[in-house]
């Protein structure tokens, strides 16, 4: 190694002969041309030069009859030349042979004969030169000596054949300018130097040939032994560090661009195009998308990037100094579950609550001991047989255990009527399809959707038996958590949490999921759906992050409401044997479905929306081949053939986390007529979030000012940039499993997006005419009017009226917060 590295210091070696091991790997048929072909064009040019001389007068005595002779001597060489190169294609016969036509046509070519000479020499030469034989000179000097002679041949025979006043046949018309052996001789010595000239010529390529093999021959071994010399470093470095590659893969892979870049075989436009692609590679923000640019609307925009932001955003704006409301930077996460709704009136300056009271007080409280759901130990059974396949409790639960196990199943549920039962079947017949429709799964179960949907789906995938879990202690956690969430939010409460369940319940029942997997992270799937928003305040983490909320200062502005929900699900069970849903499970199978459910409900954050979209579409779209053969024995052959090796468990949460995204948002997935309520709730508690930031004195979040904010709109651009490329992402995945989803997202943005266009039609109208009417002394002003509100009460989770055409999506005028003093007062004026 040391002797081949003292080598290569320094510059190469001067070549003084051939390296053998150069030639050597020098292919002969590499660097030869096709001789064959050369000689017909190089004949057949000059039939074509002849007759040009003729026309141009430089040989006007030319009998074309001549060249006939010419012509079939060409021939019977060319045919000869054809057998020498079949039998020895470097053969030298078709060269000496054509001295036979030269010679023919250098004497009918009369006073254009030393033309014809040096043309025909030239075009010999370079055609001999391709033909790759070796010790090329010595067969050059052979060929020219030859050429010359047979030069001289035809000159002396010229002389004797062509003379003046010839009465023979064997003669012909005498030469213009006789023939002078003077100017022969000159011209056979300009000829010997045009030899010479070919001779230096093919020396000179012969050794720049070499040169140039020697040369890559000695960078070849020097990126060899660079390239030894480096996995000998990394093989120290790996010693050193006890035999561990520390090397990341993202590391590794720029290691190796900047190898690429740097080994001087590119260009400079790779060359940049590799800066631009290693400058990505290590900026922090890897799958952040930029919504600056893309949006037509600077407000969707703004409302976008504000809807995707991580913590440590934008600080809340200090109140004005004459503002009749105080900012209350130290209210609990208690205040913001109570709402305004139950808050302290604005004259308080404050939310109901305090920074000292626990987060989720209420939810804890209810889940506890809930005083309505408060029924003997011994009514499970009873429950179990009036629910009849609601629950299929018969003997699904374990036995006897040593710790004592309560049930907290509602009277209300326990004697349902019969048609009850049959309208809550009818509902929950829809639950695997895109048309399931849990508002009305509300109304018939009297308030507990959750609790069926829950129920309905831990059945359908057989978690009871499979898991050995109890009834009653399913049956009790599914009620703490439904009455963890906020009644009292019109979308974050337990509608939407059924409803996402569902969702998530219909993806993991199709052929793409159902068999890859596992049981444990089935339930785990299934847990994370129904809790992903547990105590839900009503508000965003941006809010709670600019108040400087007591959540938001525990878990440091990081998806505070997703560890929040979190937190509260897993206290929820441990709180007491009855709601223990994961009593029977073993350590290692509770910390992995700890685990599987804590990344699934943190997906759920805004704030990493775009990286995992970017993820999932770079590892779907990496799929191999058309016709590459794929595992057979693989956990989802179809999966594998899109991809996605889901016997890897890191694959696995990365399907099921962009799944419970969709799940999440999936309002524009639904039918049109489920679109435009949810659309309605989502959207009331938006602006139940403007009307709190504006009672604080804060500025009001875009889109969230319920007296300036076009819903169409909103929705467009939510559609356009969140929603579409999500579901487009995920139908690389489940294909044809959600074209009815993605055709709904169409009709949808379709709905909003004629609204947009009819009141942009509708504004762009001149205003009417006012009729002439005698004036009433009478007249009162007319009252102030929202142009952005919401169907139905905000706070009843009934299925809101259908929405009216337009942007009206008016709420009731008793609990319509009033606008602004200044807005009332520029609305009497108009």
């Known amino acids: 190694m040391r002797a081949s590295r003292a080598n290569l210091i320094g510059p190469p070696p001067r070549a003084t002969a051939p390296a053998p091991d150069v030639l050597r790997h020098v292919p002969s048929r590499s660097i030869r041309s096709s001789v064959i072909s050369q000689l017909y064009v190089h004949y057949t040019m000059f039939v074509v030069l002849i007759a040009s001389a003729n026309k141009m007068g430089l040989s006007a005595e030319i009998r074309y009859y001549t ?28 060269f000496y042979l054509s001295l036979v036509p030269f010679g023919i046509l250098c004497v009918i070519a009369r006073e254009a004969h030393m033309l014809v000479t040096a043309l025909w020499y030239v075009s010999f030469l370079i055609v001999y030169l391709q033909m790759g034989r070796p010790n090329m000179q010595k067969h050059l000097l052979g060929y020219s000596l030859a050429y010359l002679a047979t030069y001289v041949s035809c000159v002396a025979f010229m002389g004797w054949f062509y003379r003046d006043n010839c009465q023979e046949f064997f003669c012909g018309q005498g030469l213009r300018d006789p023939i002078t052996w003077s100017h022969e001789i000159v011209w056979i010595v300009a000829c010997v130097v045009v030899v010479e000239c070919f001779l230096t010529l093919e020396r000179f390529i012969k050794h720049n040939a070499l040169t140039l093999l020697e040369r890559e021959n000695y960078v070849q071994n020097l990126l060899q032994t660079n390239a030894e010399l480096k996995r000998e470093l990394k093989r120290m470095k790996m010693d050193k560090a006890g035999a561990a590659d520390l090397d990341a893969p993202l590391t590794k892979v720029l290691q190796i661009l900047k190898d690429i870049r740097d080994s001087g075989e590119t260009d400079a436009e790779t060359n940049a195009s590799l800066d631009v692609i290693l400058k990505v590679l290590t900026s922090g923000d890897l799958f952040a998308v930029d919504l600056k640019d893309k949006p037509n609307d600077a407000e969707v925009a703004d409302f976008l990037n504000n809807l995707m932001q991580k913590g440590g955003g934008a600080i809340a704006e200090p109140a004005p100094a004459n503002a009749t409301a105080s ?34 007080a209420a939810q804890a409280a209810a889940i506890k001991a809930p005083p309505s759901l408060a029924v003997s130990g011994t009514a499970a059974t009873t429950a179990a047989a009036s629910a009849g396949a609601l629950t299929n409790a018969s003997g699904a639960g374990p036995g006897p255990t040593p710790v004592e196990i309560q049930s907290y199943v509602p009277k209300e549920i326990l004697a349902m009527a019969p048609d009850q039962i049959a309208a809550i079947e009818a509902c929950l017949d829809l639950l695997e399809t895109p048309d399931f429709d849990v508002i009305s799964l509300n109304e018939a179960t009297g308030g507990h959707p959750v609790y069926f949907t829950g129920l309905r789906v831990f059945e359908r995938h057989n978690l009871i038996s499979k898991l050995n879990l109890d009834v009653r202690v399913l049956q009790n956690f599914l009620l703490s958590v439904e009455a963890g969430y906020l009644a009292t939010n019109p979308y974050h409460n337990a509608l939407h949490a059924a409803d996402v369940t569902a969702s998530m319940n219909y993806y993991l029942t199709r052929a793409r999921l159902q068999p890859a997997i596992p049981t444990d992270e089935v339930f785990a799937a299934l847990t994370a759906a129904l809790i992903h928003d547990l105590g839900h305040p009503g508000f965003n983490n941006q809010f709670l992050i600019n108040i400087s909320d007591r959540l938001a200062l525990q878990y440091n502005d990081q998806a505070v409401l997703e560890h929040f929900h979190c937190s509260l699900a897993f206290a929820i069970m441990q709180s007491s044997p009855s709601f223990d849903l994961m009593a029977g499970f073993t350590h290692d199978q509770c910390k992995a479905i700890r685990d599987m459910t804590v990344n699934l409900v943190l997906a759920t954050d805004m704030g990493v929306h775009f990286e995992f979209v970017a993820k999932f579409k770079n590892k779907a779209t990496a799929a191999p081949a058309a016709g590459t053969a794929v595992n057979a024995n693989a956990a989802s052959p179809i999966a594998a053939s899109l991809g996605f090796d889901l016997d890897k468990r890191v694959e696995r949460k990365l399907v099921l986390s962009v799944a419970i995204k969709c799940a999440d948002i999936n309002n524009p997935s639904k039918p049109l007529h489920l679109c435009t309520q949810w ?6 508690e938006f602006f139940l979030q403007g009307d709190e930031e504006r009672r604080r004195g804060m500025e009001v979040s875009v889109l969230m000012d319920r007296y300036n904010t076009d819903i169409p709109k909103c929705q467009v651009g939510f559609i356009d940039f969140v929603v579409a490329p999500l579901f487009d992402a995920w139908a690389l995945f489940m294909q044809e499993d959600v074209k009815p989803l993605k055709n709904n997202i169409q009709n949808n943005k379709a709905y909003w997006k004629a609204k947009l266009e009819a009141a942009a039609a509708a504004a762009a109208l001149p205003p009417p005419v006012p009729s002439v009417a005698a004036p009433s002394t009478t007249a009162a002003v007319p009252p102030a009017r929202s142009n952005s509100a ?24 008793d609990e319509q917060p009033q606008p602004p003093p200044q807005q009332q007062q520029e609305t009497q004026r108009s």
């Open 327 to 360: 900012v209350d930077a130290g209210a609990g996460a208690s205040s913001a579950a109570a709402g305004p709704a139950t808050g302290k009136s604005a004259a308080d300056g404050t939310v109901a609550g305090t920074a000292t009271d626990a987060p989720g």
């Open 790 to 813: 919401v169907a139905g009460s905000a706070t009843q989770l009934t299925r809101p009226a259908a929405p009216a055409p337009g942007n009206s999506l008016s709420p009731n005028n």
């Open 679 to 684: 659309t309605a709730l989502i959207m009331e």
């Open 67 to 94: 060249l006939f002779l010419y012509l079939n001597a060409s021939l019977y060489v060319m045919q000869v030349s054809r057998i020498a190169q079949f039998l020895h294609e470097k053969s030298i016969v078709p």
